[in-house]
T-cell receptor
Framework: QVQLQESGPRLVRPSGTLSLTCAIS?????????WSWVRQTPGKGLEWIGE???????HYNPSLRSRVTISLDKSRTQFSLNLTSVTAADTAVYYC??????????????WGQGTTVSV | QSVVTQPPSASGTPGQRVIISCSGS????????VNWYHQLPGTAPKLLIY???QRPSGVPDRFSGSKSGTSASLAISGLQSEDEGDYYC????????????FGGGTKLTVL
C-alpha cells in the first residue's frame, strides 16, 4: 500500500522560502507516475502547484512557476517542494500526491495527509 | 478564479439524484480526461472518478461520471448523508507548457 507523508516547517517568515518534503513508502519514483504538490488555502479550493517525473522532468503551475522548484531525492523515495518569496497568501494546507498517467491523466490516486504551513 | 467552473453549491435529500457540472475549455476538459475528487472537512481529497467515467476500486456505483465536449458532470444517485462534502473536478490543461487545473469545487449538502 502506497503512502505519502509530508514534512517540513509549519511556520515560514514572509519573504522566506517554504520547503517541504514528501516521503514515499510502498512505491518509488521509478514507477510511471508524476509526483505532485497541491495546496488548499483556508476555506478555499484546491490549487495544483507542480510535479516531477522520475526522469526529473517537471511541470509547474503558470501562476507559481517563477517561485517554485520541485526536486527528487537521489534515494528516489522522496521529493521536495521549494517555494520562494512567500507571503501570507501562501498560507495553506500542502498536500503531496501521486498522479497516474497512462497515456491519459488518471488522476491523483494517492494523497498525503497534508501539512499546514503558515506564513 | 478557476478556468474550470463548477457550481459553488448543490443539495439534495437522501435517496435523490444530484448532478454536479464541470465546465472547461478546449485546452483542458475538451481534450483531456476529467477526474473527480471528494473531500471531507479536514481530510485529503479522495479520487472518486478517473478517466471521465471510471470508478476506482471501492467507490460505489452510485457515483458516475460523464463528459461531452468541454463539459463534464458527476452524478450521485441514491444520495446518502456521507456524500456530503466538497467535490472537485480536475483536468490536464495543454496550454502554457501543460498544467493541472482544478475546478473551484462544489459543496454538497444532504438535506
Amino acid at each position: 500500500q502506497v503512502q505519502l507523508q509530508e514534512s517540513g516547517p509549519r511556520l515560514v517568515r514572509p519573504s522566506g522560502t517554504l520547503s517541504l518534503t514528501c516521503a514515499i513508502s510502498g512505491d518509488s519514483i521509478n514507477t510511471a507516475n508524476w509526483w505532485s504538490w497541491v495546496r488548499q488555502t483556508p476555506g478555499k479550493g484546491l490549487e495544483w502547484i507542480g510535479e516531477i517525473y522520475d526522469s526529473g522532468a517537471t511541470h509547474y503551475n503558470p501562476s507559481l512557476r517563477s517561485r517554485v522548484t520541485i526536486s527528487l531525492d537521489k534515494s528516489r523515495t522522496q521529493f521536495s517542494l521549494n517555494l520562494t518569496s512567500v507571503t501570507a497568501a501562501d498560507t495553506a494546507v500542502y498536500y503531496c500526491a501521486r498522479r497516474l498517467v497512462i497515456i491519459w491523466d488518471y488522476g491523483f490516486d494517492v494523497w498525503g495527509q497534508g501539512t499546514t504551513v503558515s506564513v | 478564479q478557476s478556468v474550470v467552473t463548477q457550481p459553488p453549491s448543490a443539495s439534495g435529500t437522501p435517496g435523490q439524484r444530484v448532478i454536479i457540472s464541470c465546465s472547461g475549455s478546449t485546452s483542458n476538459v475538451g481534450s483531456n480526461t476529467v477526474n473527480w475528487y471528494h473531500q471531507l472537512p479536514g481530510t485529503a481529497p479522495k479520487l472518486l472518478i478517473y478517466d471521465n467515467n471510471q470508478r476506482p476500486s471501492g467507490v460505489p456505483d452510485r457515483f458516475s461520471g460523464s463528459k461531452s465536449g468541454t463539459s463534464a458532470s458527476l452524478a450521485i444517485s441514491g444520495l446518502q448523508s456521507e456524500d456530503e462534502g466538497d467535490y472537485y473536478c480536475a483536468s490536464w490543461d495543454d496550454s502554457l507548457n501543460g498544467h493541472v487545473v482544478f475546478g473551484g469545487g462544489t459543496k454538497l449538502t444532504v438535506l
